[in-house]
């Protein structure tokens, strides 16, 4: 069964049709890049699977669960990273992730785990506010890995990040991926960041999944055959 | 539901904003003490003072009666005289009883201060029903006050200066008489129109969506987190205030005598009110359980309108601003008096309810307690299931 199967989907906000009728899946383990331009519908695709927004048509299933009808059950399976983080930055950051563990009834002894194994013990006594974009980055992985999630979203995740930064971010996917069979979903504006470590890159434009044609035509104008490569599959 | 209302109160008090609004409450109580005390002392020498007043002005009343007195009776007038006669005798027991109520005053002397007040408003009275005396206060009125006095002077309780007494058990009425219906509504709903919008405002809402936490969870326990807030902060501020003003001013006597109007409770139609006394331990924990009531009302009120706006600033300008338009609409220019029984604002002076001056006031005897607690659950469960029903619904755009 797939992690995420997404079935004509679509979503219209005031009189742009933002999302257009997409239909994808995500198996188990997979790292999956969404690619495209600003204003392609990447945002808003995070937000209908995470249901901060409601569709106006399609499926969503998560792990077979509907998430209009299962939305309880099937965000205990997922964790997302949203463009802005959402933490509590008047709140350290052991406060934050500690909500979370109580909301999700997560044991104590997993917030150990996670800290360690996110390396933020340092810092997490202190203000979020005080925390750089990576530190909070690698608080809200923390926070997503408590619930040791079948699918990690993340949109956007290395804009505000330095190549070593990212370079370790790639890292922690992989290995979150491959040893804890987490599919991964995440956003991008440029292909190049996240070719690397993704089994697969979907093209997303004005709002549908384009065709392996235009995608081509994408990488091409980009310059990136390396994506264009992973994209078909090549090695 | 523990962990989110736990983690509302913690992310209270995190906020710089609240422990601002906090500390203004805070000094806007202290001010009010303050202002009690000086206008208690204000009114004590005032009380002196008029008392030699009316001595002086009963004394010249008295001399020009005197000389007219001597006038008619240069002119054999004998009708005049006894007429004349008459009013000497009344204005010189007047005399006799302002003489007697300066030397009360003088020496502290509180029962003799009752009994002298009552002899007066007995006299006050009579010539009202005699049509020779002209007074401000309705015989009925004069009647109530004279039970009152008679009552304090049988249970042997010192009376306080009612509208400003320092006095801690009296505090607790005035404080929900003159602090309450504006001040604390505004730093009530300061505090819950923010907690939906200070979320949504900078999208941190968002990690709170993605939980496996219903939507209507997160709105009720942000209301009972707020209930609980308030309360505390009202609570502790409010319990130091009574055990400071306690310990300056005496906790004063648990049996001092309000009025109350016994029609708040009572469900049978009557043409007017129906008041008795009652003692201020009874009235407080009445009023108290009415201000339970009240102050949800208020949050679920916040809560919603903090749902419609998202935007925090937006939120907290329109509900504290728009409340003090609408209090100064209905209060001050009496805009809905004719649909007052139906207008919350109207219970929001919980004393005035329960002594009946508000049915008084408006003259309508619908106006009850009883009626306040309908009009009060009805807007507070409206409030509640829209706010629900409009977070179930919003995008987070």
């Known amino acids: 069964m797939s992690v995420l199967q997404i079935n004509s989907l679509s979503k219209q906000i005031g009189n742009r049709r933002i999302i257009n009728d997409i239909s994808f899946s995500i198996e188990e383990g997979e790292i999956v890049g969404l690619v495209g331009p600003k204003g392609s519908g990447k945002t808003t695709l995070v937000r209908l699977i995470t249901k901060l927004i409601n569709p106006d048509k399609g499926e969503i299933l998560i792990s077979g669960y509907d998430i209009l009808k299962y939305r309880e059950k099937a965000m205990t399976l997922i964790s997302a990273i949203m463009e802005n983080h959402g933490l509590y930055d008047y709140l350290t950051g052991f406060d934050n992730i500690n909500y979370i563990r109580k909301i999700n009834k997560i044991d104590k ?44 979203i993340l949109d956007e995740p290395d804009k505000q990040l330095k190549l070593n930064e990212i370079y370790y971010l790639h890292n922690i996917l992989q290995d979150i991926s491959k040893n804890k069979g987490t599919a991964v979903l995440i956003m991008a504006q440029s292909l190049s960041n996240i070719k690397n470590i993704c089994n697969k890159i979907l093209y997303i434009k004005n709002g549908k999944i384009e065709d392996a044609e235009s995608t081509q035509e994408y990488f091409i104008v980009n310059n990136t055959l390396s994506g264009l490569k992973n994209f078909k599959g090549e090695n | ?43 004590n020498n005032m009380k002196l003072q008029a008392c030699y007043h009316e001595i002086e002005m009963q004394k010249n009343t008295l001399n020009q009666a005197k000389a007219d007195f001597d006038t008619a009776s240069k002119n054999n007038n004998i009708k005049l005289m006894e007429s004349i006669s008459k009013s000497i005798k009344s204005i010189e027991q007047k005399i006799a009883l302002s003489e007697q109520r300066k030397n009360a005053l003088e020496q502290n002397d509180w029962r003799l201060l009752l009994e002298t007040e009552i002899q007066s408003d007995k006299i006050r009275l009579e010539g009202i029903k005699n049509g ?5 206060l309705e015989p009925k009125d004069l009647k109530y006050k004279i039970e009152k006095n008679q009552y304090l002077l049988e249970k042997n309780i010192k009376p306080s200066n009612e509208l400003v007494s320092t006095n801690a058990l009296y505090f607790v009425k005035n404080f929900f008489n003159d602090i309450v219906p504006i001040i604390l509504i505004v730093f009530i709903l300061y505090f819950s ?27 009720i326990s942000k209301i009972i987190s707020c209930f609980i807030v308030c309360l505390l902060i009202i609570g502790i501020i409010f319990g130091i205030e009574f055990l400071c003003l306690g310990f300056l001013s005496g906790f004063g006597s648990s049996n001092y005598p309000v009025y109350f109007d016994t029609k708040n409770f009572s469900i049978l139609n009557s043409s007017g009110s129906n008041i008795k006394i009652i003692n201020i331990m009874t009235f407080n924990v009445l009023l108290l359980l009415l201000f339970l009531l009240l102050l949800i009302t208020v949050i679920s009120i916040g809560v919603l309108l903090s749902t419609v706006f998202g935007k925090s600033r937006k939120a907290i300008l329109f509900s504290t601003g728009g409340f003090l338009v609408f209090y100064y609409m209905c209060e001050k220019i009496n805009l809905f008096k004719y649909i007052a029984e139906y207008n919350p604002i109207t219970y929001f002076n919980i004393p005035k309810i329960l002594d009946g001056t508000t049915a008084s006031f408006y003259k309508n005897f619908n106006i009850t307690a009883l009626n306040g607690i309908i009009i009060l659950i009805f807007i507070t469960i409206i409030s509640i299931v829209l706010s629900i029903e409009l977070f179930k619904k919003k995008d987070f755009i």
Do not use: H
């Open chain 2, 1 to 43: 539901m523990s962990a989110l209302i736990l983690f509302e109160i913690k992310k209270f008090f995190a906020k710089k904003k609240n422990i601002i609004g906090i500390i203004l409450f805070l000094i806007v109580n202290i001010f009010y003490i303050i202002c009690c005390f000086r206008n208690e002392n204000i009114i």
């Open chain 2, 193 to 219: 129109a923010d907690i939906v919008s200070c979320e949504t405002d900078n999208e941190r809402v968002k990690l709170l969506i993605t939980q496996p936490v219903s939507r209507n969870k997160i709105i």
């Open chain 2, 132 to 136: 020779t005396i002209i007074s401000e």
């Open chain 1, 109 to 152: 002894e997993k917030i150990k785990n996670v800290i360690e194994y996110m390396g933020v013990s340092e810092f997490i006594n202190d203000k979020v506010y005080k925390y750089s974009a990576w530190m909070k980055l690698k608080l809200e992985l923390g926070i997503c890995m408590l619930k040791d999630p079948k699918l990690l």
